[in-house]
């Protein structure tokens, strides 16, 4: 078990940009997530997925957001054309399906200049 | 829609002392439970969880949590503080019958004070 993982853990870049990141799951769990933490809040949810398939997306996730997970492995989070308000931490969960735990990477944090 | 509220965005106590933070959630069905900690830089981190089982919850680190229906509570305890507690903690819940998906209260920074 080697745990979530998410790449890259920081990231600077200039408003407009467009940035993706990725997370892989822990190996044999289908279902995946991804929250965004900002500075003294919880986190909050912006979508799953179950395998392959997105089943939920919040309204948080604005038309600039897009997440993927083809092969129901790995999964990358696009932002295009950030702005400022995107700056925060994205945090990536897996689980399975049943099992009320979801085990957290340890976040990508986005700075938006 | 669910919602988690934690007291207290901030609590001190001294090492050794009793620590008590709180949450409280609203729904008419109980949800499942969850405590996370997050240290600084550091994603979360699973503490206990409350399903349907036993009222008290066991967790790591000597942490323990007990969920009181009639008062829509989940408050988290732990006995003797520890200088290795300072973080943050997050209640959060999943409703039943949903997505799994978990929606978290604003958290409880905790302080140690030596």
């Known amino acids: 078990d080697t745990g979530v993982s998410q790449d890259p853990r920081h990231k600077i870049t200039k408003r407009g940009q467009n940035v993706t990141f990725r997370c892989d799951p822990i190996s044999e769990h289908n279902r995946l997530y991804w929250y965004r933490q900002t500075l003294g809040q919880g986190p909050e949810f912006l979508t799953y997925?179950?395998?392959?398939?997105?089943?939920?997306k919040s309204r948080l996730l604005s038309d600039r957001f897009s997440a993927e997970r083809p092969k129901g492995s790995f999964s990358t989070l696009e932002i295009q054309r950030t702005e400022q308000g995107d700056s925060a931490m994205y945090l990536c969960a897996s689980g399975r399906d049943g099992v009320m735990e979801q085990f957290f990477g340890p976040g990508t944090r986005l700075t938006v200049l | 829609a669910q919602s988690v509220t934690q007291l207290g965005s901030h609590v001190s106590v001294s090492e050794g002392a009793l620590v008590l933070l709180r949450c409280n959630y609203s729904s008419s069905v109980p949800p499942y439970l969850f405590w996370y900690v997050q240290y600084p830089n550091q994603g979360l981190q699973l503490l206990l969880k409350y399903t349907s089982a036993a009222t008290l919850v066991k967790g790591i680190n000597g942490f323990e949590a007990e969920f009181k229906k009639s008062e829509t509570s989940f408050h988290l305890t732990k006995p003797s503080a520890h200088m290795s507690d300072a973080a943050e903690y997050f209640c959060?819940?999943?409703?039943?019958?949903?997505?799994?998906?978990?929606?978290f209260g604003t958290g409880t920074r905790l302080t140690i004070i030596p």
């Open positions: 959060a819940v999943i409703e039943r019958n949903g997505n799994e998906k978990l929606t």
């Open positions: 997925f179950q395998n392959e398939a997105q089943l939920e």
